[in-house]
């Protein structure tokens, strides 16, 4: 029997989940953001439910941080639109950018002049990044005009050309900082008449105000919620990726008897022990502390002692029906029906569900399932 580790993509919950972003977005056009392999999800597995669906409620484009990552799409057969977030990285990428017919963000002189000096045959749709106070990448505001009219004035760039910024705080329930960004982007919008693409998903789901001409969800896509306080529409948010394994073994520990390295987890009663095949070689984070919420037969119970490469161990004291092969869920959702979200389990690990999903590693396979 093979080892029965699997992450499980339900592709249906990707196409509800955009479902909701669009809903959400109203009159804007919300770009699916599936960098990073689709926040380790499949970039073309995923990129192909959500261009399947019809015309009116598939997304206009996609969005990755790389060329690289385009090329990838355009080879796995993904026709769609494709918007590189960062740009190029060097001159002689903007050859591809052309051939592929991608879209791109400008966020540095560098690459406008690169841009201009080309002369591409066809127009190559430009996203002018501004720095509005995230601080990274983006040309400060009261550059953005002079760069926004040179752009305007090159026929080959003007095409699809709009301001782009990204918030440092859109997932703060009251933020003051969020307001400023949005106040700089809307008087350069109004300066310009210039469309605006500004949200990333807790903006998506909680910032209507700043939804402009386009929306850039990301990790909402993958059913996390971002927000620091869910919301109405952020509950409606379903998972999409289950990591699924099962009990490999079971060991029954006196009370003070300790489960694996350091000791970390000591037993304070007659403890039973499932070890689950999962561990830090697999991308499950080693940061999971003791009480690490797990599914086991559609139970919550919880992690006790240290994640190792290849298994961790969790508490089955009070599910006395677990037995080896019974299922453990580490986030997703179980044959049971129980539900437990990446965000949780990230607290316990002191990340964010971002580092989870993306960090799942090769040697997990990827089962997907097709959209009912
Ligand atoms: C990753 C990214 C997004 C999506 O962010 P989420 O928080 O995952 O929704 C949006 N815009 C830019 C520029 C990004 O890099």
């Known amino acids: 029997m093979a080892r029965p580790l699997l992450a499980e993509i339900d592709l249906g919950a990707l196409r509800h989940n955009y479902s909701l972003a669009r809903e959400l977005a109203g009159d804007s056009r919300a770009v699916a953001v599936i960098k990073a392999d689709a926040y380790g999800h499949g970039a073309v597995a995923c990129a192909a439910a959500l261009e399947s669906l019809p015309a009116e409620r598939r997304p206009p484009a996609f969005a990755v941080a790389c060329l690289e990552e385009a090329e990838a799409l355009r080879e796995g057969g993904i026709e769609s639109s494709i918007v590189l977030l960062e740009g190029i990285f060097e ?63 090159a026929p080959t760039c003007a095409t699809g050309l709009l301001l782009m910024s990204h918030f440092a705080t859109a997932d703060a329930v009251d933020s ?56 109405e529409a952020s509950h409606r948010l ?49 940061h999971a502390a003791d009480g690490t919420p797990v599914l086991v037969a559609g139970q919550r119970t919880a992690i006790a002692g240290k994640v190792s490469m290849d298994m961790l161990t969790v508490d089955l004291t009070d599910i006395p029906e677990a037995d080896i092969g019974t299922e453990v869920v580490l986030w997703g959702r179980s044959r049971h029906g129980a539900v437990l979200s990446v965000d949780e389990v990230a607290r316990h690990c002191d990340t964010i569900s971002y580092t989870l ?10 089962r997907y399932t097709p959209p009912a």
């Open 357 to 366: 999903l993306t960090g799942i590693l090769p040697r997990v396979p990827r």
């Open 238 to 286: 379903e998972p999409v990726m289950t990591l699924r394994s099962e009990i490999i073994a079971v060991r029954d520990l006196a009370a003070g008897e300790p489960v694996g390295y350091a000791g970390r987890w000591q037993a304070s009663r007659p403890s039973r022990i499932g070890v689950v095949a999962c561990g830090y070689g697999d991308g499950y984070d080693r």
């Open 91 to 153: 001159p002689h990428e903007l050859a591809r950018v052309e051939a592929l017919g991608l879209w791109m963000a400008v966020h540095s002189e560098w690459q406008v002049s690169a841009l201009l000096a080309y002369r591409p045959a066809k127009p190559i749709p430009v996203w002018l990044k501004v720095d509005s106070g995230m601080h990274r990448l983006g040309f400060p505001p009261d550059q953005a005009a002079a760069v926004w009219e040179r752009l305007a004035a």
């Open 176 to 231: 003051k900082y969020f307001q400023r960004q949005l106040d700089c982007m809307q008087a350069l919008a109004r300066r310009l008449d210039a469309p605006l693409c500004l949200a990333n998903s807790p903006a998506t789901l909680a910032w209507p105000e700043a939804h402009g001409a386009w929306v850039r969800p990301g990790v909402m896509l993958y059913g996390s919620d971002p927000l620091e306080r869910a919301n």
